[in-house]
């Protein structure tokens, strides 16, 4: 069982769950992290506890995926994501990331990465996909997967995530269950490839997705023996810890109460169960699984296999001597993340049109950034219309909310008439037709126009003829990056992927 909790310190739940429910693991979130000396502490606290009372360490885990999707912050180093690392540069740049991912987290004392994403971003209009995957192929987004993993997994574990796959889910499955139903074929060649990627990469766990999938089982994959046993286990050889996604997450919890779903998980042949959130559903869920033990439900010699597994992953646990000088000991994962998010920067167009003179005339539209779904949360840490608007003295930036009302639209619509140069920014512009709308009259006035893809770049279809910039994320690195490139001191390099172009230009 792992368990989450609010709070910088050890509290009651977290003492309780640890103390006098002997849940023998905790992931961690932004809730838990205020500064690296807080956090290195918490999880020093959290381990004392576990080895006073249970005699084995806490698998502390957190998803550190880079982009969008990152749980340390401010004095840590916010990496790159997936699609962003490939475009950057070739499998070795991966690798380096993957390499000071990995040292960062276990400067903390953390072991366990839940990342990264292996899926392949073939909806365009996935909830989940988009730039926290590599790309759209899965032979040609393998290098990069195995070799970032690699690079983890020289001080934490990896996960690879989600399996069998969720590129192509039509719903948010935090919310709701969704059904995948590609015929066995299509399955085989895309959804099922992080099987194949996990196991060439030697990655320690992979991470079952709750959807369902229909050519293969009725039931969905974080309970489905067919698809754990049958294909990850028996068809594809993996030989490491099975973790489900959060077992609170809608697509379970709307459907089958969260307890009697964590033993069938068990059942299924999920070895580690993640448990984030409520209290009392912790408690439940652990001793549901003590009853099932114990009446038989789930049989000792599950249990013991799962058990094996996660000794495995405890037996060479260390936690670091002292907390983290992160000025000193990450200044040099800062620089390689700044050079890999400069070097993704792409523009599709004429990059001049981007360039800015420092006392040029310009209007810039843009969003904040906010959390799109409830695994997002990079909120208030890089506002793209702030920065512009204290570089350029004579440029008018406003911020836009998300969502945008028709009386918003139609002001900024008429802002636009004032300008001969527009910069938009967009933010998951298939979700919003007032954003697509912005985009769309902006091109109409005949103006320079530029469109800032801010997370996916399949933004860029709601272009029409005006200059593209694709960011993949919307970070304090990617937001330095396009300043750099604004200023003209920094020429874009980035080049889209082939298989995520097919799939951007397939959707236009």
């Known amino acids: 069982m792992f368990f989450g909790f609010d709070g910088y310190e050890v509290n009651d739940h ?26 290195y502490e918490l999880i020093r606290d959290l381990q004392a506890l576990a080895m006073e009372y249970n005699g084995k360490p806490l698998l502390v885990a957190i998803d550190q995926e880079g982009g969008s ?21 070739e499998p070795d740049l991966a690798y380096r990331l993957g390499q000071a991912v990995g040292r960062e987290m276990a400067a903390y004392g953390l072991n366990l990465n839940l990342a990264p994403v292996v899926n392949m971003a073939t ?20 290098p990069w997967a195995i070799s970032y993993i690699r690079g983890v997994q020289e001080s934490v574990y990896a996960t690879a995530k989600h399996y069998p796959g969720i590129g192509n889910s039509k719903v948010d499955l935090h919310l709701a269950l969704g059904s995948n139903d590609r015929p066995l074929e ?59 996604d959060c077992m609170q997450m809608g697509a379970l919890s709307r459907t089958i109460p969260t307890p009697i779903a964590c033993v069938q998980a068990v059942q299924a042949g999920v070895d580690l169960l993640l448990v984030c959130h409520t ?42 001597e002292k907390c983290p000088d992160t000025q000193a000991e990450f200044a040099k994962n800062r620089e390689l993340a700044k050079y890999a998010c400069e070097k993704a920067l792409t523009v599709i167009g004429s990059a001049e049109d981007l360039r800015c003179n420092e006392d040029e005339k310009f209007l810039l539209l843009a969003p904040p950034p906010v959390a799109l779904t409830l695994v997002d949360e990079q909120i208030g840490e890089a506002h793209l219309a702030k920065t512009v608007g204290e570089t350029y003295r004579n440029a008018k930036c406003i911020e836009y909310p998300i969502p945008m009302d028709d009386k918003t639209l139609k002001e900024l619509c008429k802002e636009m008439e004032s300008f001969d140069k527009v910069i938009i920014g967009t933010y998951n512009a298939h979700t919003e037709l007032q954003q697509q709308k912005l985009m769309e009259y902006a091109n109409s006035l005949g103006k320079r126009v530029v469109g800032i893809a801010l997370r996916t770049p399949m933004d860029a279809r709601y272009y029409g003829s005006a200059t593209a910039v694709l960011t993949y994320e919307y970070t304090p690195p990617m937001v330095a990056a396009v300043m750099e490139a604004m200023a003209g001191r920094r020429k874009p390099t980035g080049k889209l992927p082939d298989d995520v172009r097919t799939i951007l230009d397939a959707t236009k």
Not at 75 to 88: E, H, I, L, N, Y
Not at 233 to 238: L, M, S, T, V
């Open 14 to 39: 977290a003492r309780e769950a640890i103390c006098k429910y002997h849940m023998g693991n905790v992931i961690l979130f932004t809730r838990n992290y205020r500064d690296a000396k807080q956090f």
């Open 69 to 89: 999707v990152v749980r340390m912050m401010h004095d840590a180093t916010w990496f790159p994501g997936p699609m962003a690392m490939r475009v950057a540069g």
């Open 123 to 142: 909806n365009p209009n996935s909830p989940h996909a988009g730039a926290r995957c590599f790309g759209a192929d899965p032979e040609s987004c393998a």
């Open 186 to 244: 299509e399955l085989e060649k895309v959804e099922l490839s992080p099987a194949r990627v996990a196991v060439a990469a030697k990655v320690s766990t992979v991470m079952t997705s709750h959807e369902i999938y229909s050519a293969i089982d009725d039931q969905p994959c974080t309970l489905s023996h067919k698809l754990l046993n049958d294909y990850l286990r028996g068809k594809y050889g993996f030989e490491g810890t099975v973790i489900s």
């Open 279 to 320: 209290r009392q559903v912790q408690i439940d869920s652990t001793m549901a699984l003590a009853e099932a033990v114990e009446n038989g439900t789930i049989t000792q010699e599950r249990l013991h296999d799962a058990l094996a597994r996660i000794e495995k992953m405890k037996s060479g646990l260390k936690f670091p």
